[in-house]
């Protein structure tokens, strides 16, 4: 079995501020990657214990949550900005047989969500999908069901994991922090959020070989509608092919297939 490994800095246990933690800029930026990068270990380490043979990384915080040096020796690490072409990275990710996220926040706008934002804390207000708000962890577990791949296991804040079972039952979940805030949580100590995750991957790959859970697909077509903050940020959007106007703010796109419009 081979596993995919998606990753965040915002659903990590001890951060807590875009300002002093998240941004590239950030006082304790290369604190919370090591904090990171601890915590994907845990996972690395908990799937392999469950028989996992091959791990695959993906860096997904924008200016990078990962401490190159400090990743499990048994992992490969997929990273960089610009993303690679869909064409490029859409196969790799389909030759893998499921999923995980570690360190996911909840989606924008949720209040008790800690650091919950969707792609974008400075610019995007809101991604509805057919109607529906969604966050980064549909984004990405309807990307992995276009693809084939099933998410079987969340560790984030309990915001973030309330997200990913309403839209997945039978999920397993692991809250490293309790959200008070936009910027507030109670945290688990290191040590333990590290524990509460090796076991609950490894839990989730066992569970998963003996009732395996299916890949998230909605029923098609898709409109994807994203609401900014400011109306430059929808200019800029609406220079894109295939991106209309829906009003100052809010853009549409839409398409037949999930992958068409789900990480555009
Ligand atoms: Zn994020």
């Given at each position: 079995?081979?596993v995919?490994?998606m990753?965040?800095?915002e659903?990590?246990a001890?951060?807590?501020?875009f300002?002093?933690?998240?941004y590239?800029?950030?006082?304790?930026?290369?604190?919370?990657?090591?904090?990171?990068t601890?915590?994907?270990?845990?996972?690395?380490?908990?799937?392999?214990?469950?028989?996992?043979e091959?791990?695959?990384?993906?860096?997904?915080?924008?200016p990078?949550g990962?401490c190159?040096?400090?990743?499990?020796?048994?992992?490969?690490?997929?990273?960089?900005?610009?993303?690679?072409?869909?064409?490029?990275r859409?196969?790799?990710i389909?030759?893998?047989?499921?999923?995980?996220?570690?360190?996911?926040h909840?989606?924008?706008?949720?209040a008790?969500g800690?650091?919950?934002?969707?792609?974008s804390?400075l610019?995007?207000?809101?991604?509805?999908l057919?109607g529906?708000?969604?966050?980064?962890?549909a984004q990405?577990?309807?990307y992995?069901g276009?693809?084939?791949?099933?998410?079987?296991?969340?560790?984030?804040?309990?915001a973030?994991?309330?997200?990913?079972e309403?839209l997945?039952?039978?999920?397993t979940?692991?809250?490293?922090q309790?959200?008070l805030?936009?910027?507030?949580?109670?945290?688990?100590?290191?040590?333990?959020?590290?524990?509460r995750?090796?076991?609950?991957a490894?839990?989730?790959?066992?569970?998963h070989?003996?009732?395996?859970?299916?890949?998230l697909?909605?029923?098609?077509?898709y409109?994807?509608?994203?609401?900014?903050?400011?109306?430059?940020?929808?200019?800029?959007?609406?220079?894109?092919?295939?991106?209309?106007?829906v009003?100052?703010?809010?853009?549409?796109?839409?398409?037949e297939t999930?992958?068409?419009v789900?990480?555009?």
């Open positions: 079995m081979k995919v490994i990753t965040d800095l659903g990590v001890g951060v807590v501020s300002e002093a933690d998240s590239s800029n950030a006082k304790y930026y290369e604190a919370a990657k090591k904090l990171l601890a915590e994907v270990n845990a996972a690395v380490n908990g799937v392999l214990a469950a028989g996992v091959e791990v695959l990384v993906i860096d997904g915080h924008g990078g990962i190159f040096e400090e990743l499990h020796q048994a992992a490969r690490l997929l990273h960089g900005r610009p993303l690679a072409p869909a064409s490029v859409d196969p790799i389909a030759g893998y047989d499921a999923a995980m996220m570690i360190g996911q909840a989606m924008a706008g949720l008790t800690n650091l919950a934002h969707t792609q804390s610019t995007i207000d809101y991604y509805k057919n529906e708000f969604i966050g980064e962890i990405f577990a309807l992995c276009g693809l084939g791949l099933p998410l079987i296991f969340l560790s984030g804040d309990d973030a994991c309330r997200e990913v309403a997945i039952p039978g999920i979940t692991v809250a490293v309790q959200g805030s936009r910027n507030s949580a109670i945290s688990l100590s290191a040590v333990e959020s590290r524990r995750i090796c076991a609950g490894q839990r989730a790959v066992e569970q070989i003996e009732h395996p859970l299916t890949p697909v909605w029923k098609g077509p409109v994807l509608e994203k609401r900014f903050f400011h109306t430059d940020d929808a200019d800029r959007a609406i220079s894109q092919p295939g991106v209309e106007r009003d100052g703010q809010t853009v549409r796109l839409t398409g999930i992958l068409d789900i990480f555009r």
